[in-house]
């Protein structure tokens, strides 16, 4: 069974733009969150989607938003682009099973750099 | 709120050298505890999971024992190798639907041969 797969895995833009990222969840996986990981503050947690609903959010600003198709894929973006948003951008999928545990599995990662 | 700690590293062995890295949390209810596994250039890969109190999770020589007591969390290998070298993370994860791992900082290992 494939992972998770994330595109593109690099990519580079400059302050003010906007970029959309894309994820790939495992076969059969309904959610799907997405994480950042810098140096200075390690691995913090984006947002959650499951059938095509957000149901949870991290501490992030407004201009990082994503969304989920009925596929389960889930695209995020990051508008008006800042140097601080250089990271490694993961998506994990879980199978999201009422009752079971919710591990999840990670893509390999986006990493953006912001000139 | 809930929150991971991690030993700081680097932690540098050499191979065949017993490994601990050491993981507490700070949670309410009952969290379910993962390690996880970064190599160079990669994303995250499960390397072990516990759901309830005294349950040991284990995969390719690792442990780790779920010990509610101390709030710990503890990694542990016998005798590590070369190709071991990576930065391992402490999670925990609330039992609710669509909640978020929270990660500890890292500790990254370097094993010389």
């Known amino acids: 069974k494939a992972g998770v797969t994330q595109t593109p895995r690099y990519l580079i833009k400059t302050r003010g733009q906007q970029v959309t990222l894309s994820c790939s969840p495992i076969?059969?996986?309904?959610?799907v969150s997405w994480y950042q990981q810098t140096p200075g503050q390690g691995l913090q947690f984006l947002f959650e989607y499951f059938s095509e609903t957000q149901r949870n959010k991290g501490n992030f600003p407004g201009r990082f938003s994503g969304r989920q198709f009925s596929n389960s894929r889930s695209e995020m973006n990051v508008s008006t682009l800042e140097l601080g948003d250089s990271a490694l951008y993961l998506c994990a999928s879980s199978l999201a099973l009422a009752g079971e545990l919710e591990t999840q599995y990670f893509g390999p990662g986006t990493r953006l750099l912001v000139l | 709120g809930n929150s991971v700690t991690q030993m700081e590293g680097p932690v540098t062995l050499s191979e065949e050298a017993f490994l601990t890295i050491n993981c507490t949390y700070t949670a309410t209810g009952y969290p379910s505890l993962f390690w996880y596994v970064q190599y160079p250039g990669e994303g995250l890969q499960l390397l072990l999971k516990?759901?309830?109190?005294?349950d040991k999770g284990s995969n390719k020589g690792f442990e780790a024992t779920y010990r509610k007591e101390t709030t710990s969390f503890h990694l542990e290998k016998g005798s590590v190798q070369v190709s071991d070298s990576a930065v391992y993370f402490c999670?925990?994860?609330?039992?609710?639907?669509?909640?978020?791992?929270?990660f500890g900082k890292g500790t990254t290992l370097s094993v010389s041969s």
């Open positions: 999670a925990l994860s609330g039992r609710q639907a669509g909640t978020a791992l929270i």
């Open positions: 076969s059969g996986h309904r959610s």
């Open positions: 516990a759901t309830k109190a005294d």
